[in-house]
């Protein structure tokens, strides 16, 4: 019997599915990248300029929308293994993203929070769907899956190295509504190339609806295909709302003071599931008890590594902008590609570099390749830190230092990203697999807490569009240095103590 695999119709030996959703998700990546390299500078600049702590409201609602953006994944993945299906999912997604992007060109306060907020729900629905549709082209034990991966990775990191580039540019040029704009027709370009895969049928049955009954079940006397698309759309005003709710957003006083909603959500979240984990780990046997923690632990580091990792589309995007003599070469805003850059050109000669040290019985176990993730997170800070000393009379640093940086950052991450999901999979319980899945995806959502903290902590008080200097300078590049110092510290307690958690993973390698 002709099996899936050679029946398939295929292009470069895969799927031809998977080009599709690789230029699906380059748009979609395009697009929100495109929109965070200019976000920060926006709310300073323009949403914030009247204030003289814009740094810090702009820290609130960057951190917070960020974690809402994390977050939403969790439960837009639940209803499209409940009810949607995959293709749905990702289209109702991928348009109410397109309709954040459009909003945000419209030159409006109120016009801004409505569409970060449009853009946290489409995210929840396109993101962790187009994922999980690659995996799904491939029967289980596809040897061409990893490549599979390999590939749709690359598109994610081509659209997050131009995106910046052209946007940034416009935003310079012309406006950064313009840049906001060219954002979501790069959304748009990604639903047309899924739309013309399905016309197509080159996914063939798979990204369907779970059940039709349960699609079509009306609820309400509204059959749920079109409910879920109409409550997504009304909860767009109160996430709006909740995004605002820094008391120097709203206006006056606030009973939350210095808190946003947001952040006093994501501490009750967290109390809870460290009183569920704690309840876990209890009750397991001693084998899954080691497993587990040494899973929890894999998380909080990688939720630390990406809270310092996601500075780079807010504080490090205020030093570029203030204290980096770009000359030039790129705007603030285009320093954000630097990263992707990098990984575009270091993600198959580290493959490679894993594979060689197979072969010779070297390659690190995660513990250590964890490690030496934030050791260079923290190495890539303290360089930022350096520059203090080759800063001219006003406060401006050599260009090279941040691409330096970037570069030993981007080189941590290819350490510790593409391993630690499948880490997660291997070392949890397979009853709570899917809950350990969700805490992974939460990890980013707290990342942003991070951020947000640190970006509270290094903002600066003025209402001056032109503030820089020596002053900012210091606050940075004394900022810089505690994070690498946190950073290294964390790095190499990992390493240190990489034998036990040898003995923690089991044969998990």
Known sequence: MATAQNTEATLFGHPKGLFYLFFAELWERFSFYGMRALLTLYMVEEIFKSLSNRDFATAAVYASYGSLVYASTVIGGQVSDKILGMRSSIFLGGALMAIGHFVLAIENDIAFFLALAFIIVGNGFFKPNISTFVGALYEEGDVRKDSGFTIFYMGINIGGWIAPLLCGWLAVNYGYHYGFALAGFGMMAGLIFFWSGIKKNVFGDKGLPPSMDVFERSVLGIPQKTLIPILSVLSVPLIAYVLSSYEAIMGGESFLGNETIVGLIFKVIGITIIVYLTTI????????????????????????????????????????????ALDGFMTAAQTNSLNSMFIILLAIPISWLWGYLSKKNLNPRTPYKFGLGLVLAGASFYILALSKGSADANGMVPFAYLIIMYLVLSIGELFMSPVGLSKITSLSPKRIVAFMMGIWFLSSAYAFQIVGFIGKQLAVDSTDVNVGGLDTLGIYTDGFMLISQYSLGAGLIVIVFSPLMKKLMGDVH
């Open 281 to 324: 780990l209890l009750n397991a046997t001693s084998t899954e008890r080691k497993k587990l923690f040494m899973a929890v632990l894999i998380t909080f580091f990688m939720t630390m590594f990406w809270g310092f990792h996601e500075l780079s589309g807010s504080v490090i995007t205020l030093f570029a902008s203030r204290n980096v």
